[in-house]
């Protein structure tokens, strides 16, 4: 258990149908990342949030995809009409203000066909 | 923007032998330097990290890394592997007041029985 959990484990979606992710970071953490991973590369930064304000998104993510943290708990990814491309391992991680490294989740492994 | 470069994508060694994985940074500032393993079908978890002191730092399992600020290298090491660290190896840095983790590329580790 690495106190990071997110759900599911593994979506298999339709090319142009919308998906939503979770994670529920580990509970005294007030900063949640949100990652991607694709096969034989190093995780990339989506967003980033302290508590409830989304603080840095990436350019890889293009305005189909959303990310919300509503009362600064968990938080979710929803992906809207998803591409081949858009297959991959999505990873959350949360950590503490001031405490440098993170706590990874299991992550959720999309794929779109 | 910061970068993070491993220099081996695949090694294969035999139990007992020495292992070492470079890397290196691009950042003109301070960092902190991190280094997380994924083994097969498992989260990403933290081996070892460098804030600041002395530059050869200790981590999980028998492995270290050495920062050496004027190559901007924080090459991982271990004297005798095991099966069991058959994996795949992120070294992944931040500035020192930044709050994203920047992840080279990995390199995967089989070592052979």
């Known amino acids: 258990d690495t106190g990071v959990s997110q759900d599911p484990r593994h979506k298999i979606t339709k090319r142009g149908q919308n998906v939503t992710f979770r994670c529920d970071p580990i509970?005294?953490?007030?900063?949640l990342y949100w990652y991607r991973q694709t096969l034989g590369q190093g995780p990339e930064f989506l967003t980033y949030f302290q508590n409830e304000a989304q603080l840095e998104k990436s350019r890889l993510l293009s305005d189909r995809f959303s990310a919300e943290r509503p009362k600064g708990s968990f938080s979710t990814l929803e992906i809207q009409r998803t591409e081949q491309g858009d297959s991959a391992m999505y990873l959350c991680?949360?950590?503490?203000?001031?405490?440098?490294?993170?706590?990874f989740g299991s992550g959720t492994r999309l794929t779109v066909v | 923007a910061q970068s993070v470069s491993q220099h081996n994508h695949h090694v294969i060694l035999s139990e007992a032998a020495s292992l070492e994985l470079g890397c290196n940074y691009s950042y003109g500032g301070t960092v902190n330097l991190f280094w997380y393993v994924q083994y097969p079908g498992q989260h990403l978890q933290l081996l070892l990290k460098y804030f600041s002191g002395d530059p050869l730092v200790k981590g999980i399992k028998g492995f270290e890394a050495e920062f050496i600020k004027s190559k901007f290298s924080f090459n991982l090491r271990k004297p005798s592997v095991q099966w069991s660290d058959t994996a795949e190896y992120f070294c992944?840095?931040?500035?020192?007041?930044?709050?994203?983790?920047?992840f080279g590329g990995g390199t995967r580790v089989l070592v052979k029985p």
């Open positions: 509970s005294e953490h007030n900063r």
């Open positions: 991680a949360s950590s503490s203000e001031g405490v440098p490294g993170y706590t």
């Open positions: 992944a840095v931040n500035p020192l007041r930044g709050n994203k983790l920047t």
